[in-house]
């Protein structure tokens, strides 16, 4: 049974890939999208009721438990808001049926390769898996086949090769950091096995391991200065890549970090992972808050705040703490559930006014209501304000780091603060107002953004003792 | 019996003062005329005037509201009732508690509030130009009322009008440096709340300087008997009022004699002549100042009276 | 022997730095690659000596991969795609040679101070080759970032993974899974470089970075 | 008990708002959700009154929502029964009055949903008793009434002014953030119970104070984070106005009262230095304002602004008594601002229906175009002149009590050793005395300018009585600020157990005094008593109107306007707003707003009119908020650039990192 429930999480995407690669129609490949995903997702719940003990290869623990779940619901209501958006590209002819194969081939691709990288327990197939999950949404962020996109998607390409250059190398220090103590061979890449020797390791090499894989995987995370190909990755891809983006790989790469800084953690010797990640956090949560006035286009603003809450997230877990842990977990799974529904919200504007410019958006409220409003809620949940989930996290990040660490705590809130002034000051002139710009019937599917930004809202006045229960457990491993 | 015997007293005071001011009106004209070398109008013209303002139809004008009708008994009631609550003769008046200093200056300002409202009521250019001028004064002629009333109750430690003129009378005094700062502001005060020379003409009509007088222009009749009226009863309570403080002498403090009460009124009545006479001179030597110099010298009196409360905050010796 | 073993590795770990020290020194695409060929060459033998030091027969299979494809494959490879894209010749660099070269220097000492000062127990083989193989990541990334061409920059990106080969065999007995996927995901990378050149020869006349990099989606 | 019955009641409230989106389109939703607003507030209301006069015994609960291992903590004492009462209160007459008033509302949909919700919000505001809860409804109130403020969005005014407010309101909810933060220490005791229990380090206190002060002053509009007040309370619909003037303030109020004298330890003495100073310049800077304005809900939200100052003045010399073991003096002056909380909330109400009823009629805010609206409303114009007169400070009404026993609190502080209090507050209070004058001055302004004198516009000619619930929900305010006016002595023994509970002291009972009259001190001391000056006044008025009209003539005639015997001239001739505040603005604005009139006279053989034009500057905005604006701009047009590098560049970066990353590894050790 559990090892079905593995097989289920990893095999369903990988065969539904190999079965849309050869499926010609548009309309099933869509329909039975939104299936397997569901399938994963129901697999990747019942993983939750019967953990398979760890192998040399895979693990369950809490901590990814959590995640496996949230990227397979997301990745389930993405497909359903896949389905509609795809299917109107295909009506205005961005893009042709070809494109739509690969595109749903690759989605379950993608899908694959985050399962993967979450319950990898060799940090060698974490690699690769994040590796694969790098290159199928550089496929699929140039599938438009514009200069815009193409050059987006070689930018990503480019920086993303050279973050697996160097996350490789740091794994490849961590064996080597092992090895002595280990002995050769696979355990020494076994990541349960490694946490328990870690305090043994050469703390020197663990140092320099540590940075090539921050850097490594801060590229992914798209952590400032590293940040470059995300943004433009975002705005230029097809709006359910920018979605999956934001909300799961973002968060496969940081949880491939949060893996080895435990490892740090473990070792005394070793230099404290927590002054980097929570320079690099505030680094990006500011310079990602200041970047949002001058955008025009709307995907990429968005992209910008995903750069802050990532900073802003990175900057808990390197404060560490039960509590700073505990917030960042929480904003981890607020944000991608939230983000993503910004991104439906989005993606469905963008299509009824025929643009992303957000010059030539305006009175969203008064012309599409739903939608609007939606946008605004997830604006609202976004800027953390309550009652939604991410006022919680950022009410415990900041009243623990305030205790521990004043001044960091005070540039943590002017970041917030700027952030917060930029993205309101473009949502008034998106949503309110008098209504500007082309504007069709919306065809939208707000299934999936009611069912995320209604999980947040539930999430940000009452949360499930279960997921506080894994919560803290992490929190703890995390130290 | 007590309760009766005071409540004839409280009486008194209320006539008293009611029927003195035009009296003292009167007596002041006189006085201002004989430094003229006029022979001026009798002493108790403004009795007649009353009469035949009250007698006359009042014209009213098209545009004026009910408020304007409502005014005249507000402004009288007010300052008939705070007037009433100064001691004269006889301090421990039976309601004087019911209203300390800042509540009397509090009820003058409410007149006013009405008064400015008066002036705007009807829609006239002349009555905008007094009202405005008005609030300009009184914004700035209260709070010094209020730096002064904090310096006599620091000084007596109360409020309260009775205490304090009691407190006044009492040797514990001595001479201050704030009481003499205090008694120069409200002296200041005084002109201006009553709109004499320097600060306003209360003779005069049709000049743009004019600040009361254009308030009230469109009323006639017992309206604006009344309003004079409120106005003579508002003198003498200044007048009073610096008496019961800066002479307390002869106020019977609390027995009833009729001696003693006879007594101290007509030591009253004299502190109102020298009063009389004092303000006589004072307008008669002196030219009324342009509109926008009354700040300066409000501003002084405000000063005056800050200074005076700041020393006494500093210290209880000066 | 183990001396001599040791000197050999070392050697040739060296070497490999020193090629890349000579592909910062190219100004022209066609000896960059050359050189990058011969990169590829002392990458291979200096696996396969691993392979025999640590008799780990797997590690041939490396050897065998970097000879393959990078040393033959990939420079043929790229040399057709100059030819048909008419490329430039010319390497348009950013910074001279000279300051380059001195930049790449201060970079190897960076590598040495940095790794030396690390593994001291741990054998100096491993050691001295993580030192190298650091060198020529950094090495690569220094190039990536000094040239201008598509081409020299794919160039720099491979010889960085050709120090993480390096490493990877310097690891001793890591798992034939890593070399495996770094063969495989560097084929792969290759793949969608080729098919990136080609999409962009569709758009573009040229692929300059630069020139690519002038459309940009706030530019509306 | 009574603490079940509130939360039920916001509860219901939070039921009415999704309710009311539900059903947005359906017909005469508005006032169903009106008036079942009434009901559920009046009912909370009713529980806070008998907590705070019959029961008086603190009520706690918890519920498992909130922060997991910490439960949203709930608490009912003193001080939060009377401010629940205040919200109650203003909330019950805000929604009778928009009963009636919401039939005129544009788009209702925009405005109905938001309105309980927002009521709700300030209702768990004041009930909640840990960190979380706290700022959870803070927050929530913020956002709803930023709803409120933007339902007229197609006015890019109100767009701009809902942006500046809820950007100062989230600003102000960090700093309490943080604030909390401290109290709470790194291990988060974020209930209001253990923060009372531990005590920080004096420095620590220090910065929660510095931080409360801005997260509560910039929700209750101090100088100088009052900038959104004056844009926000006048966009928003009227009812929701008077509830942001009258009510939300008075939340953020007690959010201070809450944190510095319930939560935070001992005060020290400089804190009242602090506040005294800041509120003193609030109420100054805030009449002054409201002088220059002649847009009359403007100038409404402009004198919350000076009420609040008064009302921190009256905190400040609660604590500095407190801070000197002056525990009957402190109750006074805590007994004055909280008195004056209740007293503004009624006749800033009050004053804000007035204003919507005039805008619905007219669909004028602007005073100039206004006027002589006594003739056509004279309900409205009735309650509106108590409404003016109260704020104004008369006697004998409910403002000029609470500004007396302020006065009668200075009075008590020579006795302060610490100098710097010595020279501060006579200062104060001149600063207070001045700003009642002024108020005074402006609210004759307001009045007669927009009621009085003759119709300016076609509008102001044809307006009409507001509609039968506006005038009852203003009658209510109005006839309770008399009341307020007349028996205050009732009002402050019910706020004895607040200064009992938060200073140990309080003042005496005053029910006992003779003739209903309060004695804060002593009798020989200081006394006042509404009521008898109001019998006075009635009796007086009256005797003197009957003795005239039965001894005298009653006659009266109509005729044109005399005015100096120049004959009808036209309305224009009247006074403005404008040329009213001339002599004040000379004698204040020239130095504040550096205000500059300037004449442009047509040339002589031209028929134009001569024009004068004022120029204001608003130096809070000059020197604070458009340098930081700016600076902002700056920043962001410079970190701009790099949006636009080349790849290599980018590359660049990375590398660049890399190595200091690794350098800083070799010189770790």
């Known amino acids: 049974m559990t090892f079905n429930a593995l097989a289920g999480v990893l095999g369903i995407p990988a065969l539904a890939a190999a079965l849309f690669a050869a499926l010609p129609n548009y309309r099933i490949a869509a329909r039975s999208n939104i299936a397997a995903t569901g399938l994963t997702l129901l697999c990747s719940m019942s993983l939750f009721f019967a953990k398979p003990p760890p192998g040399a290869y895979f693990l369950v623990d809490d901590l990814n438990g959590t995640f496996i779940v949230l990227t397979s619901f997301v990745g389930f209501t993405t497909s359903i808001f896949s389905a509609s958006y795809i299917g109107h590209e295909l009506e205005v002819g961005r893009l042709t049926p070809p494109f739509v194969r690969f595109y749903h081939a690759m989605y379950q691709v993608l899908m694959f390769a985050m399962n993967l990288a979450l319950i990898a327990n060799n940090i060698g197939l974490m690699w690769v898996a994040i590796e694969l999950a790098t290159l199928t949404t550089v496929m699929m962020v140039g599938i438009y086949r514009t200069h815009e996109a193409l050059e987006a998607a070689w930018k990503y390409f480019i920086l993303g090769s050279v973050g697996i250059a160097l996350a490789l190398f740091g794994t490849i220090l961590v064996y080597m950091a092992a090895r002595p103590v280990i002995g050769e061979g696979l355990d020494a890449m076994v990541w349960s096995v490694l946490v328990t020797r870690a305090g043994a390791f050469d703390p020197a090499l663990l140092d320099v391991a540590f940075v090539f894989l921050l850097l490594g995987y801060g590229t992914k995370i798209g952590l400032a200065p590293l940040h470059a190909w995300l943004p433009d990755a975002h705005a230029e891809g097809p709006t359910p890549i920018s979605a999956v983006l934001s909300g799961l790989l973002l968060n496969v790469a940081l949880y491939a970090l949060l893996r080895f800084k435990m490892l740090l953690a473990v070792n005394p010797a070793a230099i404290a992972p927590g002054p980097l990640m929570v320079t690099l956090g505030l680094v990006s949560l500011v310079f990602a808050a200041f970047m949002l006035y001058r955008r025009r286009d709307i995907k990429r603003m968005f992209a910008y705040s995903s750069i802050e809450h990532m900073g802003i997230i990175t900057f808990a877990f390197g404060m560490g703490g039960p509590l700073a842990n505990f917030a960042g977990l929480l904003h981890m799974t607020m944000h991608s559930l939230t983000k993503s529904a910004i991104f439906f919200a989005v993606g469905h504007v963008a299509q009824v006014k025929g643009t992303q410019r957000i010059a030539d958006m305006g009175g969203l409220t008064e012309t599409h209501p739903v939608l609007g409003w939606t946008l605004i809620l997830g604006v609202i949940a976004i800027a953390g304000l309550p009652p939604l989930g991410i006022f919680t996290s950022e009410f415990l990040v900041v009243s623990s780091t305030f205790a521990r660490a004043p001044a960091l705590a005070l540039v943590l809130v002017f970041g917030m603060l700027v952030g917060f002034a930029a993205l309101f000051l473009r949502l008034n002139s998106i949503a309110f107002g008098e209504a500007r710009g082309p504007s069709e019937k919306a065809k939208a599917s707000y299934l999936p953004m009611f069912a995320h930004l209604g999980l947040v809202l539930i999430a940000g006045v009452y949360l499930p003792p279960a997921l506080v229960g894994w919560f803290e457990t992490v929190a703890k491993l995390l130290g | 019996m007590v309760l009766i015997r005071d409540l004839t007293i409280q009486g008194v005071q209320m006539l008293l003062v009611l029927l003195l001011a035009p009296l003292f009106t009167g007596f002041v004209r006189k006085v201002k005329a004989r430094l003229l070398r006029r022979r001026g109008p009798p002493l108790i013209q403004p009795y007649f005037d009353l009469v035949r303002l009250m007698r006359k139809d009042v014209v009213l004008a098209d545009s004026a509201s009910w408020l304007f009708r409502v005014i005249p008994y507000l402004v009288f009631a007010a300052t008939w009732v705070a007037a009433s609550l100064v001691p004269t003769f006889r301090t421990g008046l039976l309601f004087s508690w019911s209203a300390d200093l800042i509540a009397i200056a509090a009820l003058l300002g409410s007149g006013r509030f009405f008064l400015a409202l008066a002036g705007l009521d009807v829609g006239t250019s002349f009555g905008g130009i007094g009202s405005s001028r008005e609030v300009m004064i009184a914004s700035l002629a209260e709070p010094a009322m209020i730096m002064i009333v904090f310096t006599l109750a620091l000084i007596a430690g109360s409020t309260q009008l009775s205490t304090m003129s009691a407190f006044m009378a009492s040797p514990a005094v001595g001479l201050r440096v704030s009481l003499a700062l205090a008694l120069i502001a409200l002296i200041m005060v005084a002109i201006a709340e009553n709109n004499r020379i320097p600060i306003d003409n209360p003779a005069t009509h049709l000049e743009l300087t004019m600040v009361h007088e254009a308030m009230v222009l469109e009323y006639s009749g017992r309206h604006l008997a009344l309003i004079e009226l409120a106005s003579w009863l508002k003198l003498v309570l200044y007048v009073s009022l610096i008496a019961c403080l800066f002479a307390p002498w002869g106020i019977e403090s609390s027995g009833a004699a009729l001696p003693a009460l006879a007594l101290g009124i007509a ?52 | 022997m183990n001396g001599l073993a040791f000197d050999i590795a070392h050697l040739l770990a060296g070497s490999l730095v020193l090629v890349s020290l000579l592909e910062l020194y190219q100004d022209r695409l066609y000896a960059l690659l050359n050189i990058y060929a011969l990169h590829a060459v002392v990458l291979a033998a200096s696996v396969a000596w691993q392979a025999f030091v640590q008799d780990a027969p797997h590690l041939y299979i490396t050897a065998a991969i970097a000879l393959i494809f990078k040393a033959t494959v990939i420079p043929v490879a790229l040399h057709r795609i100059i030819v048909r894209l008419g490329i430039h010749r010319e390497i348009e660099k950013v910074v001279g040679v000279g300051i380059t070269m001195l930049a790449g220097m201060a970079l190897v000492a960076l590598a040495m101070v940095v790794m030396l000062r690390v593994t001291r127990e741990a054998d100096p083989l491993a050691r001295e ?92 | 008990m009574m603490l079940s019955v509130a939360l039920v009641c916001a509860a219901a409230l939070l039921a009415l708002a999704v309710l009311a989106v539900l059903l947005a389109r359906a017909p005469y939703v508005g006032r169903l959700i009106y008036a079942a607003c009434m009901i559920v507030t009046a009912v909370s209301l009713a529980a806070a009154l008998t907590h705070l006069l019959a029961t008086r015994v603190p009520e706690a609960l918890t519920l498992p929502v909130g922060l997991p291992w910490l439960g949203a903590h709930l608490r009912l004492d003193a001080l939060s029964a009377f401010f629940l009462a205040v919200v109650d209160l203003g909330a019950m007459t805000a929604s009778l009055f928009a009963i009636g008033y919401g039939e005129h509302e544009s788009a209702p949909e925009r405005v109905v949903p938001f309105f309980p919700a927002f009521l709700a919000g300030m209702t768990l505001v004041v009930l909640a008793d840990d960190a979380f809860t706290f700022l959870l409804s803070w927050e929530f109130m913020s956002l709803t009434s930023w709803a409120l403020v933007i339902s007229h969005h197609r006015v890019p005014e109100n767009v701009r002014a809902g942006y500046i407010y809820l950007l100062m309101a989230s600003f102000g909810t960090l700093a309490l953030l943080l604030a909390f933060g401290l109290l709470a220490g790194s291990d988060g005791l974020y209930t209001f119970a253990q923060m009372r229990a531990a005590h920080p380090a004096a420095a620590t206190d220090a910065l929660v104070l510095l931080l409360v002060l801005i997260g509560a002053g910039s929700k209750a509009g101090l100088v100088p984070l009052h900038v959104w007040l004056p844009l926000a309370h006048p966009a928003a619909p009227s009812h929701v106005s008077a509830l942001m003037s009258g009510v939300m303030t008075k939340v953020a109020v007690y959010g201070f009262v809450r944190i510095v004298f319930d939560l935070a330890g001992a005060p020290s003495w400089w804190w009242s ?51 000197q073991g002056m525990l009957f003096a402190a109750a006074l002056a805590l007994t004055a601002a909280l008195l004056h909380v209740f007293n503004h909330s009624l006749f800033k109400s009050l004053l804000f229906f007035g204003a919507g009823a005039v805008l619905t009629t007219t669909g004028e805010r602007d005073m100039e175009h206004l006027g002589g609206l006594i003739h056509r409303m004279p309900q409205t114009a009735f309650v509106f002149l108590i409404g003016c007169a109260a704020i104004s400070a008369l006697p004998p009404l409910n403002g000029f009590v609470s500004e007396w026993l302020t006065f009668q609190a200075i009075l008590l502080s020579p006795q302060l050793p610490s100098w710097g209090l010595k020279l501060l507050v006579p200062a104060i209070g001149a600063l207070l005395a001045l700003s009642a004058a002024l108020a005074a001055a402006c609210f004759v302004k307001a009045y007669g300018i927009t009621f009085l004198g003759r119709p300016r516009t076609r509008a102001a000619e044809t307006a009409s009585e507001t509609d039968w619930f506006s005038r009852m929900a203003m009658m209510v305010l109005a006839s309770l600020c008399l009341l307020a006016g007349i028996l205050p002595g009732l009002f402050i023994d019910a706020l004895a157990p607040i200064s009992s509970f938060l200073i140990g002291e309080s003042m005496p009972t005053q029910v006992g005094a003779q003739w209903l009259s309060i004695v804060p001190i002593a009798e020989s001391r200081s006394s006042y008593d509404g009521l008898l000056v109001f019998l006075f006044m009635a009796l007086s008025g009256t005797l003197a109107a009957f003795v005239i009209h039965r001894l005298a003539s009653d006659r009266l005639r109509r005729a044109p306007a005399w005015d100096c015997g120049y004959p009808d001239a036209g309305v224009v001739t009247q006074y403005s707003a404008t040329s009213f505040a001339q002599p004040i603005r000379r004698v204040f604005g020239t130095v504040v707003f550096r205000a500059r009139e300037t004449v442009e006279m047509a040339p002589p053989d031209d028929t134009r009119p001569a024009r004068l034009t004022v120029e204001l500057h608003d130096p809070i905005w000059e020197w604070i908020y458009a340098p930081l604006a700016g600076a902002i701009g700056v920043v962001a047009d410079r970190l701009n650039h790099l949006q636009f590098l080349t790849i290599r560049q980018f590359l660049t970066l990375v590398f660049c990192t890399l190595v200091v990353l690794l350098l800083v590894l070799a010189l770790w050790s």
């Open chain 2, 267 to 318: 030591a009253y009545i004299a502190k109102l002549a020298v009063g009389g006479v004092l303000l006589a001179l004072f307008e008669t030597s002196i030219a009324k100042m342009r509109v926008f110099r009354v700040p300066e010298f409000l501003g002084a009196a405000l000063m005056l009276g800050l200074l005076a409360t700041l020393l006494r905050f500093v210290s209880g010796s000066f």
């Open chain 3, 129 to 220: 080759d993580l030192a190298f193989a650091l060198s020529v990541v950094l090495l690569g990334l220094l190039m990536m970032v000094t040239r201008r061409n598509a081409v020299s920059q794919v160039v720099g990106f491979m010889s960085l993974e050709n120090g993480l080969v390096l490493a990877a065999t310097g690891a001793k007995g890591m798992p034939l899974v890593v070399e495996i996927s770094v063969a495989f995901s560097i084929l792969i990378a290759f793949i969608v470089i080729g098919i990136f050149l080609f999409r962009i020869r569709e758009r573009f006349d040229t692929v300059d970075v630069q020139i690519l990099s002038d459309f940009r989606g706030e530019r509306q």
């Open chain 4, 273 to 323: 230095i602090v506040i005294l100073t800041v509120a003193g310049i609030t109420t100054v800077m805030g009449v002054l304002y409201a002088l220059m304005q002649h847009d009359l809900k403007r100038l409404l939200a402009y004198h919350t602004v000076e009420n609040i100052g008064i009302i921190f003045i009256g905190l400040g010399l609660a604590l500095a008594f407190k801070s």
